[in-house]
């Protein structure tokens, strides 16, 4: 550089952006980025930014702006096991592709599976659904009125009996039947219940599903880190949906699970028709957060 | 207000343990400590920083009553203005007349009828006559949910699971089960946006006149409480709080943002899916809870 350089340029210090910082930190709490994460992000950004050299007409706080942006991008852009791939790798060998949905209570997992069918069964492809919650009241006949609607096979056992079975007996029959696609619906459960989170390592071992996709809650504030922790040290989570961002979630949960475990959201649950599901994409996080 | 929020409010609490007289910076960090405490139970953002703003007034204000440590004063505080929020005491359910009529209302998959069949259960055990009706036209099979929840301890349950119109079961339900001392009433889970279904909700609440309006709020929701639990409030006038779910880490501020927007009391909690799983709101516990500090009672004590 030449010495008139410093002419043109200016260093940003911590002071220049510290407001803008603690705003953006803020809109991230707001949404429901959990606090660690949120704090981790502000500080990486702090970190990039201060020291660097821009020209003198840069107006700071849109460069910040467009840095943060640039950062969730990266947290959301994430290459992970791809859906599209290991299906059709699966669909060469004659194999069914086994999905096994994963996630804490109620957060939207049967509704979910009927969603995913619908989404398989408008590619032309065969699904059939394995009712493996056999714990929750009422979850059985929830899922066969969901099959019954949309046409497709569901194995079911009795309530109370084993859920790696019932799934077991699912892959069987897509095997028998050349089904394209098993959906394995697992009952709810809270990641801090170790037995219960055993109970669902012991149907992956069974059933040795192709991808697991962890169903989380849109509206849920700081605990999305915990169960993302907790669910993708038992099974192994290989994607996430994240439900009822119809409900003017502004679903910060996305941020703070894709951060943790650095795995991509694949869907947004949007309501409660079937279909109801749209491709998540990194830039409605960000809308989220500047609106 | 404005600076980084604080790291770990049980070091900042360590630090004031050995103090003798109210030091103005280290309040400063016990309040940063909370702020941070708060927002990671995800209690509204800016129902913490209004909480935080009367402790730190208060705590750098008002003298310490004699023989009373810098600790246990702040301790005091704080405790003191969380229970104004929720309650110094538990507030009973007060089953005045007969048929006392509860309506349910939340969020898709809050845990509503899940809490239904403990709460009629916790009424049975009183000795109280209870029934059930289903308003869940919407969620397949929500009737046999609560058939299922509640074939053990034989507690009737009226719905008509071909029957699209809520209203029509509900007087239907009235009707059959005015004898009995208790009636329950479940209904679909809505939120603020569904604007169709907390009108359905309103048709319902005029129909049923319910003596006691119960919103079911999930222990892991975050900054959303707030908006949501309005929106409820508005359409029908909630009358008190059960949240669920606090048997997994979540600390459950969501339902502090809840009450502070209705001002409807917290009445029971749910500890897991089970009918026995349910207990009666501890403010105490529920505080320290939030707060993430383990034994706020027997600081209290010595405070
Ligand atoms: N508005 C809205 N509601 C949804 C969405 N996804 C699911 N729901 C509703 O959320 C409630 C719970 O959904 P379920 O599919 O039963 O949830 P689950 O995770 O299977 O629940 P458990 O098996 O009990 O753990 C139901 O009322 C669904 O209709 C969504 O994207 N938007
Ligand atoms: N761990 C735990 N699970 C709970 C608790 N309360 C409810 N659940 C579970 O949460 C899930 C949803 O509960 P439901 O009772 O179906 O919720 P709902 O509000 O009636 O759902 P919709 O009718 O679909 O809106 C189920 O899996 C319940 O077993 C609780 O306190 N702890
Ligand atoms: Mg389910
Ligand atoms: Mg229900």
Sequence with gaps: ?291 | MLGKLGKSLAKTMKKLAGMTIVDEEVVKEVIKDIQRALIQADVNIKLVFKLSKSIEERALNEEPPKGVTPKEHIIRIVYEEMVKLVGETPKPLKIDKKPYKILFIGLQGSGKTTTIGKLSRHLQKKGLNTAIVCTDTWRPAAFDQLKQLTQEINIPVYGEPENKNPLEIANKGLEKFKDYDVIIFDTAGRHKEEKHLLEEMEQLSTAIKPDETILVIDGTIGQQAKEQARAFSQSTPVGSIIVTKLDGSAKGGGALSAVAETGAPIKFIGTGEKLEDFEVFDPERFISRLLGMGDIRSLLEKA
């Design chain 1, 1 to 291: 550089s030449n010495i008139f350089s410093f002419i043109r340029e200016k260093t940003i210090s911590e002071k220049d952006i510290e407001d803008i910082l603690w705003d953006l930190e803020m809109s991230l709490l707001e949404s429901d980025v959990a606090i660690d994460v949120a704090e981790k992000i502000t500080d990486e950004l702090k970190n990039q930014l201060v020291g660097k050299k821009v020209k003198r007409s840069t107006d700071i706080i849109e460069y910040t702006q467009e840095a943060f942006k640039n950062s969730i991008r990266d947290i959301l852009t994430v290459n992970g096991k791809d859906m599209d791939s290991i299906l059709q790798e699966k669909q060469n060998k004659k194999e069914p592709f086994i999905i096994m949905f994963v996630g804490i209570n109620g957060t939207g997992k049967t509704t979910t599976i009927a969603k995913m069918a619908k989404y398989f069964l408008d590619r032309g492809l065969k699904p059939v659904i394995a009712a493996s919650d056999t714990f929750r009241a009422g979850a059985i006949e929830q899922l066969t009125h969901h099959a019954e609607k949309l046409g497709v096979k569901i194995i079911k056992h009795e309530k109370g009996a084993d859920p790696a079975a019932v799934a077991f007996d699912a892959v069987e029959h897509a095997k028998a039947k050349g089904k394209d696609v098993v959906l394995i619906d697992t009952a709810g459960r809270m990641q801090t219940n170790v037995n219960l989170m055993d109970e669902m390592a012991k149907i992956k071992r069974v059933v040795k599903p192709d991808f697991i996709i962890f169903v989380g809650d849109s509206l849920t504030g700081n605990d999305a880190v915990e169960q993302a922790i907790k669910f993708n040290e038992s099974v192994g989570i290989d994607a996430i949906i994240l439900t009822k961002a119809d409900a003017d979630a502004k679903g910060g949960a996305a941020l703070s699970i894709g951060y943790v475990i650095n795995k991509p959201i694949i869907f947004l649950g949007t309501g409660q028709g079937y279909d109801d599901l749209i491709e998540f994409k990194p830039e409605w996080m960000i809308h989220q957060l500047f609106t």
